[in-house]
Nanobody, 127 residues
Framework: QVQLVESGGGLVQPGGSLRLSCAAS????????MGWFRQAPGKEREFVAA????????YYADSVKGRFTISRDNARNTVYLQMISLTFEDTAVYSC????????????????????WGQGTQVTVSS
């Protein structure tokens, strides 16, 4: 069983920055592809960013490309989402997801590809 705990959310003004963290309670964190998703009020959950097991491959939704950066520290069992130039449209509950994968260069962008999910952390962009 994998437990994921997100942190780092909060209230930020437009143009501001936040860094989200997701800590995984698993012995073999480096065997898991990781992703971030978000769900805004009244909307479906959507893909934000994904990272491969080693961290060498990343992929982003068009809406966040150039503003968000996903990274991971396998020694700390943690994946991060650095967010800059935040806008009102970034307001959402952000959740991390994990799924074990055999191949080191695999990234996963579909919700159905992930077996484990965190509870989420609220990000609110407001002036």
């Amino acid at each position: 069983q994998v437990q994921l705990v997100e942190s780092g959310g909060g209230l930020v003004q437009p143009g501001g920055s936040l860094r989200l963290s997701c800590a995984a309670s698993v012995r073999t964190f480096s065997h898991y592809a990781m992703g971030w998703f978000r769900q805004a009020p009244g909307k479906e959950r959507e893909f934000v960013a994904a990272i491969s097991r080693s961290g060498s491959i990343t992929y982003y939704a068009d809406s966040v490309k150039g503003r968000f950066t996903i990274s991971r520290d396998n020694a700390r069992n943690t994946v991060y989402l650095q967010m800059i130039s935040l806008t009102f449209e970034d307001t959402a509950v952000y959740s991390c997801a994990a799924d074990v994968t055999t191949y080191s260069d695999v990234i996963k962008v579909q919700m159905r590809d992930y077996a484990y999910w965190g509870q989420g952390t609220q990000v609110t962009v407001s002036s």
